[in-house]
């Protein structure tokens, strides 16, 4: 973690500034395509110059200057001028103190420290940084999320699920594959058709953005897309068969980039499953060196779509295809945001799988009131925009009390002087529960888990909306329970239970309940403020960092 000074920060090139922002907002799906327009951006604006006429110190002086550098150091010479280890931490614990009064001085870096702290040891937030590539060629791309319990031991019990992402070129055919899970799909973006093979028949069906579908494990799916400028764009959870957990994807063509499984085989079984000569094997399976992603002709694309059906809604409200969201109204509808949903009675295949699939736009600016789910874990996958959530986490609170490295030394020190362990456990539980609120920003191609119980808000950024596919599991008797707004579930209660859980009187309590209007979605901290006329809201990166300050709440009441 690298501090940067407020000087840094004023020196930097306002057009830098400006670049690194254009570049962050851009709908890559690919981390790398950002990671290479800010270098370019360095390149061209340099950070950290200054003109000599505005006089001031160089990047080297300032570097030397810098607290990080001069914690670093501090920890060194405690290292050299002390040889008990007891001596050694008690001189660190100094150092760091020092080093936070220092850090203090600038609120906003000390901020945005501390989120990008916790961001690291969020255990339910995956950055578009951590979906690796399974298969990569020049007219499209395969992505797969990191397995979610290597993250944290918090998600072992979703460890036989997965998120991906497909991404195909104009024009494309996407080759025959089956995996060892049931997959469900969501078209993010695109038009295509796509075909399954499944109990010997054939079913094509043609698919566009909004469309939900699914395809069990074994089926074997191959997909074309057919729009002449946009590319098809697929966002899939994966429930896995296997017996490790792991999603494998098994083609039946390629080379090398995927490795077909025929090819796999030796050659005498081949000769004998086929009853041709090794010669004539080779013959065909040597040809395809395109991968997984193959450019078609217009005429190919007719002939693949011909049979194809659109889904849609028969007229009891069973999809005969995929169902698309869009053609159902939505379950919840204001000025601030919009939530369709798709559930078994939509779309008979998610019973299959106890699964509910929802497409959650929140306008800019705007915010989800206070919520959690009574059943199901929900995997979130942002298609557009960016904004941030927070997720409040019982099980993170005890570690996120220890937190600091120097309350950790002086807990060293005190289990080494004899302090039994067992008792400071015994000192947290009679404190009562705490919670820890978790919190990161997200963007398109984050994925999230908010486990069922856990309260969450999820709020759009000024300048863009949020949108969300979600897909949860364990979807039968689930209820969406809000803890603000106008369906707030506390609103419920008798008058003497107000009194008796908030010590006031119940018209107080009503008066704080009734203040919120809406319902669902709401306007977010800084149209409140804005309302209320306490300013503008700093938003991320503002110079807010009370971390109990009560202004991300207020909003939702």
């Given at each position: ?172 055919f996407v080759t025959p594959v089956h995996f060892d899970a049931d997959c469900v799909c969501y078209v993010v973006e695109g038009r295509g058709t796509v075909t399954t093979l499944r109990k010997g028949e054939r079913k ?159 306008r800019e600016g705007s915010m989800t009131a206070p919520f959690y789910n009574s059943r199901s874990t929900k995997f979130a996958v942002v298609t557009e925009g960016s904004g941030y959530v927070e997720i409040l986490c ?164």
């Amino acid at each position: 973690m690298t501090v940067v000074s407020v000087a840094d920060e004023r020196e930097d090139p306002p057009k830098l500034t400006e670049c690194l922002k254009e570049c962050r907002s851009q709908p890559h799906y690919d981390i790398g395509m950002v990671k290479r327009c800010e270098d370019k951006c360095k390149q061209e604006h340099p950070p950290g110059k200054r003109d000599p006429r505005e006089g001031g110190r160089s990047g080297e002086s300032r570097d030397k200057e810098d607290p990080e550098q001069r914690l670093t150091e501090c920890r060194l010479k405690c290292r050299q001028q002390y040889n008990e280890h007891d001596q050694q931490m008690h001189c660190q614990t100094k150092c760091e103190e020092t080093y936070k009064r220092e850090r203090s001085r600038n609120p906003q870096r000390r901020y945005e420290e501390q989120e990008e702290e916790r961001e690291e040891e969020n255990p339910y937030v995956f950055g578009r940084e951590r979906l690796r590539y399974e298969i990569q060629s020049d007219r499209g791309y395969v992505k797969v999320l990191d397995k979610f319990h290597e993250k944290s031991k918090l998600l072992l019990g979703i460890a036989n699920y997965s998120i991906s992402l497909l991404v195909a070129d104009p024009r494309t055919f996407v080759t025959p594959v089956h995996f060892d899970a049931d997959c469900v799909c969501y078209v993010v973006e695109g038009r295509g058709t796509v075909t399954t093979l499944r109990k010997g028949e054939r079913k094509s069906h043609g698919i566009r953005k909004g469309d939900v579908f699914i395809t069990q494990a074994g089926s074997v799916l191959y997909l074309i897309s057919s729009h002449r400028h946009q590319k098809l764009v697929l966002a899939k959870f994966l429930r896995s068969t296997s017996l490790t957990g792991q999603v494998s994807h098994f083609y039946v063509a390629g080379s090398e980039n995927p490795e077909s499984v025929y090819r796999s085989f030796s050659d005498e079984i081949l000769e004998a499953a086929f009853n041709v000569s090794r010669d004539r094997i080779e013959s065909l399976f040597s040809r395809q060196w395109h991968g997984a992603f193959v450019e078609a002709s217009e005429e190919q694309i007719r002939a693949l779509s011909r049979y194809s059906t659109e889904g849609g809604r028969w007229p009891f409200g069973e999809s005969r295809g995929p169902f698309n969201l869009f053609e159902k109204d939505p379950i919840h509808s204001n000025r601030y945001g919009k939530l369709y949903e798709a559930n078994s009675d939509d779309y008979r295949k998610l019973g299959w799988l106890n699964l509910r699939v929802s497409l959650a736009n929140i306008r800019e600016g705007s915010m989800t009131a206070p919520f959690y789910n009574s059943r199901s874990t929900k995997f979130a996958v942002v298609t557009e925009g960016s904004g941030y959530v927070e997720i409040l986490c019982p099980h993170m609170a005890r570690e996120g009390r220890r937190g600091s490295r120097a309350q950790r030394y002086r807990e060293q020190e005190q289990e080494r002087a004899g302090r039994r362990y067992q008792e400071e456990e015994e000192e947290e539980y009679q404190e009562g529960p705490h919670y820890r609120r978790v919190r990161a920003r997200v963007s398109r191609g984050t994925v999230f888990i908010v486990p069922p119980g856990h309260p969450v808000v999820e709020v759009a950024s000024r300048d863009q909306n949020l949108q969300m596919i979600c897909f949860e599991i364990c979807a039968d008797r689930n209820e969406r329970i809000f803890l603000a707004g106008r369906n707030n579930i506390l609103r419920k209660l008798e008058r003497e239970a107000k009194e008796l859980a908030f010590d006031t009187s119940a018209r107080e309590v009503d008066a704080l309940f009734d203040a919120q209007k809406e319902e669902v979605f709401l306007p977010g901290p800084g149209a409140h403020r804005q309302r209320h006329g306490e300013g503008e809201s700093e938003g991320w990166g503002g110079s807010e960092s009370d971390d109990t300050s009560p202004s991300k709440l207020v909003a939702a009441f």
